[in-house]
């Protein structure tokens, strides 16, 4: 062999290996993202997070629970793909400080205890419970179901007849009822009666779907913001994590119930989501929230096996990663890389390699 074609193979072996560095599969990714997040973003002398990584301009010294509810579900992501590692531990401590045992019942306030009081929003630690009750059936780790079944009693305490049912977003406020707090509502205790078979979950569950979609579900079914209370206005903003919720309890009562109606419901929906979201190429900004709706299409995907479901999401992630990445391998389009956004993408990568859409 010459020198010309040595040097030709040579250069093609270095391009590819750039290549592969510029653009490397979702389980590099997530390694990458979360180390960033171990090295930017955590205090290891708190065990607590910064919100972002411009600490100094921070509101809080630590960060709100609402980033963390995003860690821990990514991290449940992770073991997922790596059985028999152990990413939660480290984040659930750092929840465990946002205990509070005021009365009437025990939940998680929105910041850390020690460094002050603060309220306490029944979303918030409904998305714990989910990272939590996931984390329980493949483990089967007790506090992960203790903690989660704590959690229902406490939201519970949020739902009246105000508005003909449903939940307040809010422990105290009594202004409005979301589908953010609804939405995740229905699929806690969904899982709990998945665990439990005890009847008053599914109960639970069903009524506050009912009122759900009777309220705060688009006509092209997609779902709105909230309702007001009392004048029974619709916030008609539209989330996908909103319609997230709701496809993925629909999805699980197909699975849990075989009645084929949950299922066509939840193809609606799918249809509808991916209409109004997915524009030219891309859903809108708020990762997380992309996140929490990829929840539903992939359950749904595990039922239907329609690729449709995902390949939009593929071409999302991709863009965020090629378009929306800084030298730190930290994504978000601020110069201020947050650490809800990092979990949240950590978590379409685990949810997208976990699916086998993409492989190394």
């Not at 480290?90 to 929840?95: E, G, P």
């Not at 109004?276 to 749904?300: C, E, Q, T």
């Not at 939009?312 to 030298?327: H, I, L, M, P």
Request: hydrophobic share 35%.
């Amino acid at each position: 062999m010459g020198l010309k074609p040595i040097f030709i193979l040579l250069l093609a072996c270095l391009t590819g290996v750039n290549a592969g560095a510029q653009n490397p599969g979702y389980k590099s990714r997530i390694r990458l993202l979360y180390a960033a997040i171990n090295s930017k973003l955590f205090d290891a002398k708190t065990g607590l997070y910064y919100e972002t990584t411009d600490i100094s301009k921070n509101e809080n010294p630590h960060s709100w629970l609402w980033p963390l509810c995003a860690l821990i579900q990514a991290t449940n992501e992770m073991e997922n793909l790596e059985p028999g590692k152990n990413y939660m531990e480290r984040v659930t401590k750092a929840i465990d400080q946002y205990y509070s045992n005021k009365p009437p019942l025990p939940a998680y306030q929105d910041y850390p205890y020690q460094e002050r009081v603060s309220s306490r929003f029944y979303d918030d630690n409904q998305w714990v419970a989910i990272a939590y009750l996931d984390a329980y059936h493949r483990n089967h780790k007790k506090k992960y179901l203790d903690d989660a079944k704590m959690i229902c009693r406490f939201m519970l305490g949020g739902l009246d007849t105000a508005a003909g049912g449903g939940l307040y977003w809010k422990e105290g406020d009594k202004t409005t009822k979301n589908t953010c707090s609804n939405g995740p509502a229905i699929l806690v205790a969904l899982q709990l009666f998945e665990i439990t078979h005890k009847p008053e979950y599914l109960n639970t569950a069903l009524a506050v779907y009912k009122w759900t979609n009777q309220h705060l579900q688009s006509p092209e079914g997609i779902y709105y913001d909230n309702i007001k209370i009392p004048s029974l206005a619709i916030a008609k903003a539209t989330y996908t994590y909103n319609t997230g919720t709701m496809l993925q309890a629909n999805v699980l009562l197909y699975n849990l119930t075989h009645d084929k109606r949950y299922l066509d419901e939840a193809e609606r929906i799918a249809k509808a989501g991916k209409q109004h979201f997915f524009k030219d190429g891309r859903l809108p900004g708020n990762y997380w929230f992309n996140a929490v709706m990829l929840r539903g299409y992939a359950a749904l995907y595990k039922v239907d096996k329609n690729k449709g479901w995902i390949d939009f999401y593929r071409q999302d992630a991709e863009a965020v990663w090629n378009t929306e990445r800084d030298a730190d391998n930290m994504v978000g389009k601020k110069q201020a890389k947050s650490l809800i956004d990092q979990a949240a993408m950590i978590e379409i990568y685990a949810r997208l390699q976990e699916l086998s859409l993409n492989k190394e």
